[in-house]
């Protein structure tokens, strides 16, 4: 199974920083990851696909970027909505399931 | 509105069961996979069962196979998850998620969440 790792476990940013998120796989990908927001008490939202590609409706200050094992999560400038848990997925191996990092949680600071 | 509405959840026993199911609107429901993603209380996301459009291909996650059923009815706009021999480890939220045409494997589309509890 391949293992997602996501770093760091809390990141604390003020409104209108740049937050840098980061997920490594235990083992190659491609670009087959997936980056989701979660609020509390809400569902995840699909925000990047294909490490890169923003999905329908997202704003333009999320950006990801990279390929293989390591990728990267970018929000731009923080608005007070982005503050949730992002989580990264993988499905380089789909079907059956990919597997799910463990959630970085961006608080403000 | 593309939207989906699970229902079903609710407290049942160790050993018990329970069907959960995913109303779909706002898209072409015979087109899509369809999976069932759950999140423990305070924990991440794992995936749990995925369903192809026709119903052909079907998989489960290794903590699940055996005790959960899978199914779909197209002319319904429904999924559900039939549980059985439930365990308390299976207490979590309960969600359907849409699986991308292209890019299979992520999930564009989710519901809101049925909680499901196992306790006795």
């Known amino acids: 199974e391949i293992v997602m790792t996501q770093s760091p476990a809390t990141l604390s940013v003020s409104p209108g920083e740049r937050a840098t998120l980061s997920c490594r796989a235990s083992?190659?990908?491609?670009?087959?990851l997936a980056w989701y927001q979660q609020k509390p008490g809400q569902a995840p939202r699909l925000l990047i696909y294909?490490?890169?590609t923003r999905a329908t409706g997202i704003p333009a200050r999320f950006s990801g970027s990279g390929s293989g094992t390591e990728f990267t999560l970018t929000i731009s400038s923080l608005q007070s909505e982005d503050f949730a848990v992002y989580y990264c997925q993988q499905y380089n191996n789909w079907p059956p399931g990919g597997t799910f990092g463990q959630g970085t949680k961006v608080e403000i600071k | 509105e593309v939207q989906l509405v699970e229902s079903g959840g609710g407290l049942v026993k160790p050993g018990g069961s329970l069907r959960l199911s995913c109303a779909a609107s706002?898209?072409?429901?015979?087109?899509?996979?369809m999976n069932w993603v759950r999140q423990a209380p305070g924990k991440g996301l794992e995936w749990v069962s995925s369903?192809?459009?026709?119903?052909?291909?079907?998989y489960y996650a290794d903590s699940v196979k055996g005790r959960f059923t899978i199914s779909r009815d197209n002319a319904k706009n429904s999924l559900y998850l039939q549980m059985n021999s439930l365990r308390a480890e299976d207490t979590a939220v309960y969600y359907c998620?849409?699986?991308?045409?292209?890019?299979?494997?992520?999930?564009?589309?989710w519901g809101q969440g049925t909680m499901v509890t196992v306790s006795s």
């Open positions: 369903i192809s459009s026709s119903s052909s291909y079907i």
């Open positions: 998620a849409r699986e991308r045409i292209q890019q299979r494997g992520a999930f564009d589309i």
């Open positions: 706002g898209f072409t429901f015979s087109s899509y996979s």
């Open positions: 294909g490490a890169s």
């Open positions: 083992q190659s990908v491609s670009s087959n």
